[in-house]
């Protein structure tokens, strides 16, 4: 017994220790032991080997629940505890691990009651599931269900046309059984057309949900973002946690959560698990963004790139690809190097530090438990525990944890989400004013891909800025060059093989501004691109890339053609201008991140 307790490492606080049987019951008996970040589980029976002691990280690990058995005569209590550890791959030809599912059952057996054994299993359940979220304990804690929160209930907005379009499967065998074992309640919607998601979130009552978790690629968060900023109630709204699993080609953000947690740098399936068991975890990160203002006079939030020139034309004429996945925007790239575009423009910002020089481095569906009726707002954790998705819940009984209250809808609370519905864009939407001043300004009325609709949107002042028919203030920076491209970016990654921006944080109070500027060769440009990969592309002396860390930004293309994107989303061609907003908005990374100062 000492050799195991001095396995759980010199100074780490044992807050638990047991002794239980196994399930299937085989004789075999174990010694379990509890710290704050591990879960040591030694074999006793019928003999200690150390080839049979097994250490459970609880960063891998998404929940426990209690059980009883089927058979009324048996006194016994179970816990289960599901995790995701790393493993290495059974195939040869690959290298590096993937996370596996197990499902560890232990039997509480030493009372003679059930009851007694329950308060036990209780006890080492309620333990595990507040060191997974967070929830400070020791050994002199008086560990109950009572310290936990009632389970969350999240909105899931689910794009099926995503990426590969493989959003929903991914979902239904991968998601929702983790989710599931999580104890987390959700509604699950598959949106429809674009902006859907958009118009859903702004009629919502957000009292109903703990968080909004986008299923797609980066393209349906911003959708989540802009709807929240233009209800009445901005203020409160944006603060509602917003997540996002990877099911899109692009996959930026979920890949700097995936990064900013420690993991190793993956795509697919893998990166999918990692978000999804950083969801499980539930910590909340503040995240910044920026208010993007553009010819029109229209006004977005941001919370990823603005891009113009190379990389802008590599995201949007790549979409013919969409079928392959994040591969297209490989085979995009080799398609634009081919023909390399520069563009004369005029690129101004505002220094987030004093003396910063130019330097190199670099249809609406509600899904229920069977799959065909909608789900009720009644306690939504229920569902969760209705589902069947753990395979240990067919052999034991699960224990119901009393359900939360409610809140009761007032006679004046928005339609649920599955009756929502509302016509497509259409060129009558637009105000008189908007379309003469495109009319004025010689732009195109639409093009493809290019959402012109006027929105109402709210937010905070942006206090960096002058009009876009106005010079940019004094203090400024500008620079006026023939551009291979330029991209304002805040986030670590551009994309979830794309580590442009490796010091970037999810609230450091910067937009990263890149430019490169003609002149590059393609093979140096090959060499940038395919160092991003690890973000080694700072290690490469290249006198034509370019990087300045700022508070504000202004693109002002003198090229007739050209693409401009907003993360990810193509929008009107013209002056765009933008700035940092610190902390407006909460990311669900799933660990707790150290809170930075804005400069």
């Not at 007694?116 to 050994?139: Q, T, Y």
């Not at 893998?270 to 010819?295: Q, Y």
Request: proline residues 6%.
């Amino acid at each position: 017994m000492n050799m195991f307790l001095g396995a759980c490492g010199e100074g780490s606080e044992t807050l638990l220790h047991g002794e239980f049987g196994a399930h299937p019951p085989k004789g075999t008996r174990y010694a379990l032991s509890l710290t704050r970040t591990e879960l040591h589980i030694q074999r006793l029976v019928p003999k200690p080997d150390t080839d049979h002691r097994t250490v459970l990280q609880l960063i891998d690990v998404v929940g426990c629940h209690t059980m009883r058995s089927h058979t009324i005569a048996n006194q016994s209590a179970f816990f289960s505890v599901y995790a995701y550890p790393l493993k290495k791959r059974k195939v040869a030809v690959s290298s590096g691990r993937v996370r596996q599912r197990t499902a560890r059952t232990f039997q509480v057996d030493s009372a003679d009651c059930y009851e007694d054994n329950l308060k036990v299993a209780e006890r080492w359940a309620a333990a595990i599931k507040c060191l997974v979220l967070g929830i400070p304990i020791s050994s002199e804690t008086e560990i109950s269900r009572s310290l936990l929160p009632r389970p969350r209930r999240l909105l899931l907005l689910l794009n099926p046309f995503g990426g590969k379009g493989n959003a929903l499967q991914w979902c239904q065998n991968h998601i929702l059984p983790m989710i599931t074992e999580a104890d987390i309640g959700f509604n699950l919607i598959q949106t429809e057309r674009q902006n859907h998601a958009r118009e859903l979130v702004q009629n919502i009552n957000l009292a109903e949900w703990d968080g909004i978790v986008s299923i797609s690629g980066d393209g349906l968060l911003y959708e989540v973002i802009n709807g929240l900023m233009e209800r009445p109630d901005w203020e409160e709204a944006i603060k509602m946690p917003l997540g996002i699993l990877p099911c899109g080609s692009g996959n930026a953000v979920a890949a700097a959560i995936n990064f900013r947690a420690g993991f190793e740098q993956t795509l697919g399936q893998e990166l999918l698990t990692n978000c999804t068991l950083l969801l499980c975890h539930g910590a909340v990160t503040p995240l910044d963004l920026v208010s993007v203002t553009t010819a029109s006079g229209s006004r977005s939030f941001s919370f990823l790139s603005v891009a113009w020139g190379f990389i802008s034309d590599v995201d949007i004429e790549s979409e013919k690809f969409r079928h392959i996945g994040p591969a297209r925007f490989t085979l995009g790239t080799m398609v634009r190097l081919a023909s390399l575009n520069t563009y004369r423009g005029r690129l101004s910002y505002l220094p987030a530090l004093e003396g910063t020089a130019h330097r190199p481095i670099l249809r609406s569906i509600t899904m229920a438990a069977n799959g065909s009726l909608p789900f009720q707002h009644g306690p939504l954790h229920r569902t969760v525990s209705d589902l069947g998705l753990c395979k240990e819940r067919h052999a034991l009984c699960f224990q119901e944890v009393e359900p939360a209250d409610e809140p009761t809808p007032s006679p004046s609370s928005p339609p649920s989400s599955s009756s929502f519905h509302s016509s497509s864009f259409s060129f009558e939407n637009l105000s008189e004013e908007l379309v003469a001043d495109r009319r004025e300004a010689g732009l195109p009325m639409s093009a493809p891909g290019v959402s012109l609709s006027p929105r109402q949107v709210h937010g905070p002042p942006d206090e960096f800025l002058a009009p876009l028919d106005q010079p940019v203030p004094k203090s400024w920076v500008t620079v006026e060059e023939d551009f291979v491209s330029v991209l304002a970016i805040y986030q670590s990654h551009l994309g979830a093989d794309l580590f442009m921006a490796p010091f970037a944080c999810f609230n450091d109070g910067l937009i990263h501004l890149f430019y490169i500027k003609a002149g590059i060769s393609r093979a140096a440009l090959i060499r940038l691109f395919l160092a991003t990969e690890k973000g080694t592309h700072f290690d490469i002396e290249c006198p034509h890339f370019i990087h300045i860390p700022v508070r504000a930004f202004r693109i002002e293309p003198l090229t007739r053609k050209g693409i401009l994107t907003i993360d990810g989303e193509r929008v009107e061609y013209g002056p765009i201008q933008g700035q940092i907003h610190h902390s407006v908005a909460n990311l669900i990374t799933g660990v707790n991140q150290v809170k930075i100062t804005a400069f």
